[in-house]
């Protein structure tokens, strides 16, 4: 799939912050289009041990995305994947509530072997989306643990329970990022926010709460994204007042929130530049006191991805010129 790819010497220089299925989507377009002009900050807020292995299910959204290796029928996991190991698993009595395929788990075994070898889970990422032939880089937000648990009436859920075991059934009071005090962001992710050729971050259409708000949760990576002198835009995970997929509007209503466009501006206040909304919701755009463009986000096909990933990086990279024309005039 790399063939295809443009040389990226000329690429604007992009950041991307993201969750799993929703973000990777847009990731996608954004890789496709620039490639290695794009680094991708991802959600590790969802990793947990499961069966004595550490899952990364974010990361491994965006390394199958971006590396061809997706089951896009499924919306998950690998293409290809056979279960052979969770048939085995279920006749001993296993655990069976997560799926784990037989090919995603090499991915599990190996990138755990390597985290017990002391390899820091940013350059297990970096040595298998090279492997993969992906042109951006992936970053995973922390080589700390931050624990992303959902707080219902009358328990405290680690994120996989709530949203594979609970189908994210319970009514959610609040959502903690357990560890997220003590974490860091990786020197990586620090560099690439702090690199002097960046041009803009975008905030790709995942879940708010559960995929960008655990990356904006680590202190020292919400300083650098504020202090790095680019525009932040984030394209709405909702069109028509509807999540495309996954509890996005519901957790948004047990939250008390309207599920629109203004509670999403509201949401990121003082961070974002500008909002990509869906066409769907074009009437939300002038109350929104703040850049909007509008396009079609509902992302099908690959067309719709670069498509959309272009738009969004168009709209970012012009804010940056009108703010760098209202300083030059103002001097
Ligand atoms: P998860 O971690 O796998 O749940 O994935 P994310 O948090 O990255 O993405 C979930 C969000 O993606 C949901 O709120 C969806 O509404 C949104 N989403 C999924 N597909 C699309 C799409 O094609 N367009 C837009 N605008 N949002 C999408």
Redesign the pocket.
């Known amino acids: 799939m790399n063939a295809t790819r443009p040389p990226s010497s000329c690429a604007p220089r992009l950041l991307a912050l993201?969750?799993?299925?929703?973000?990777a989507?847009l990731a996608l377009g954004l890789e496709r289009l620039y490639g290695e002009a794009v680094s991708i900050v991802v959600n590790t807020g969802d990793d947990f041990e499961h069966l004595g292995l550490h899952v990364s299910p974010?990361i491994d959204?965006v390394l199958y995305t971006l590396g061809g290796r997706s089951d896009l029928e499924r919306g998950w996991g690998r293409a290809g994947e056979t279960w052979q190991f969770m048939k085995a698993l279920h006749e001993l009595g296993g655990e069976t509530w997560f799926q784990l395929g037989d090919r995603d788990l090499a991915m599990h075994v190996e990138r755990t072997r390597q985290l017990r070898a002391n390899v820091s889970l940013t350059d297990i990422t970096r040595d298998i989306a090279e492997k993969f032939g992906i042109a951006a880089t992936i970053l995973p937000m922390s080589d700390d643990r931050v624990e992303t648990t959902v707080i219902t009436a009358n328990a405290a859920m680690p994120f996989q329970r709530y949203f594979v075991e609970k189908q994210c059934t319970p009514v959610v009071k609040r959502i903690e990022f357990r560890g997220a005090e003590r974490a860091s962001a990786s020197d990586a992710v620090l560099a690439a926010l702090r690199n002097p050729g960046l041009e803009a971050i975008i905030i790709?259409?995942?879940?708010p709460y559960?995929?960008i708000d655990p990356i904006l949760s680590i202190r020292n990576l919400r300083s650098a994204l504020k202090e790095a002198a680019v525009p932040i835009v984030v394209?709405?995970?909702?069109?028509g007042g509807q999540?495309?997929?996954?509890p996005?509007a519901k957790i948004m209503a047990e939250l008390g929130v309207p599920a629109e466009s203004r509670a999403l501006v509201a949401h990121y206040a003082g961070l974002i530049d500008g909002i990509v909304i869906?066409e769907q919701d074009r009437a939300d755009a002038a109350g929104l006191g703040l850049p909007v463009c509008v396009a079609p986000?509902?992302?099908r096909n690959l067309e719709d991805r670069t498509r959309l990933a272009r738009t969004t990086a168009e709209f970012a990279i012009k804010l940056t010129a009108r703010a760098s024309q209202t300083s030059g005039g103002a001097s």
């Open positions: 993201c969750g799993g299925v929703g973000g989507k974010d959204t790709c259409p995942s879940n559960l995929s394209v709405s995970p909702l069109i999540a495309v997929k996954g996005t869906d986000t509902l992302m």
